[in-house]
């Protein structure tokens, strides 16, 4: 059954906000034991952009935000809601959208974050959506946000080489009729939580000094685990949404798949039957920004003419949890 809003609503601006500091394959090679080599034949990664010390997800999501304003013409206080996808918050409470809303000044949004790992900013364009469509709002922002640098262990080069810092926004409203978001589709699989988790700082295990000794607060991830279920899972929930409206793969313009590791991309997009030249790939220059892949990739398409009006694009995402999910959109 299609997955359709009440209304039409779809993506008007996007911006991007990415730290300056670069850090190269080589660079990783100096903390822990890899080389440019291994790591651009296993994910992908030449580079990726990590925070100066002190800078939170906000400071990220803040700049993103702005840049899309700006791109649509309106200003904060157009704002009637903020969804902030992230799964490195600034701190537990307040949640991290009040912060970006005072940052930038959106004295009538309200707003409230959203956590789904890597399926963050998906879950929450269809939540923001859902403010638009079921409750009336003309402008809601759906801003991804991550400092993976903040739970990643350096010092373990299976997850030290994949993460970067970035965020990215997208501002929604009510488009016209046959644009917008199409059709939706989201999954969750809570088995899925021992292969990708950081285990330390929850309720379960509260913070002491026996769990960051014990490392608790950083990422874990059971690599083969992770990317045979994405693999699978991302191409059969597109394919399900291209099959249902009845839209074969040569229609589509783009696909955007979360941003984990190249080859799971690639191997994506070869279920669905796709051309490298039609997916978005930002991996190789900003690595794995958990929340904010989609977006700037979505942004990035934008900026350099590969979206036009009418066309018909395909966002997935995986994350812990599992989650997983997609959305097929007519560009507006």
Known sequence: MKQRLALPVGITATGQFYPERIVTNTDLANLVDTSDEWILTRTGIRTRRWVEPGVASSDLGAEALKMALERRGITADDLDAIVVATVTPDMFFPCTAALIQHK????????????????????????????????????????????????????????????????????????????????????????????????????????????????????????????????????????????????????????????????????????????????????????????????????QSVETGKLHKGDLVVLAAFGAGFTWGGALLRWV
């Not at 299976?158 to 488009?175: K, M, P, R, S, Y």
């Not at 000794?213 to 899972?233: C, P």
């Not at 892949?293 to 942004?299: D, G, K």
């Open 104 to 299: 930038i000044g959106a004295s009538n949004a309200y707003g409230f974050d959203v956590n789904a790992a890597c399926s963050s900013f998906l879950f929450g364009l269809t939540t923001g959506a859902g403010l638009i469509a079921g409750l009336g709002m003309k402008r809601v922002a759906v801003v991804g946000c991550d400092v993976m640098t903040s739970i990643m262990d350096k010092s373990d080069r299976n997850t030290a080489v994949l993460f970067g810092d970035g965020a990215g926004a997208a501002i929604l409203e009510q488009v016209e009729e046959g644009y917008g978001i199409l059709d939706f589709e989201h999954r969750l699989d809570g088995s899925g939580a021992p292969f990708l988790c950081m285990p330390g700082g929850g309720s379960l295990h509260p913070s002491t000094a026996e769990t960051v000794a014990a490392k608790m607060h950083y990422i874990h991830q059971d690599g083969k685990e992770v990317y045979k279920r994405a693999v699978r899972d991302m191409a059969e929930v597109s394919r399900l949404m291209l099959d249902r409206n009845g839209i074969g793969t040569g229609d589509l313009a783009l696909f955007v798949p979360h941003q984990a590791n190249v080859r799971i991309m690639d191997a994506a997009a070869k279920r669905l039957e796709l051309p490298s030249e039609r997916m978005a790939s930002n991996i190789g220059e900003f690595a794995n920004t958990t929340s904010a892949t989609l977006p700037t990739a979505l942004h």
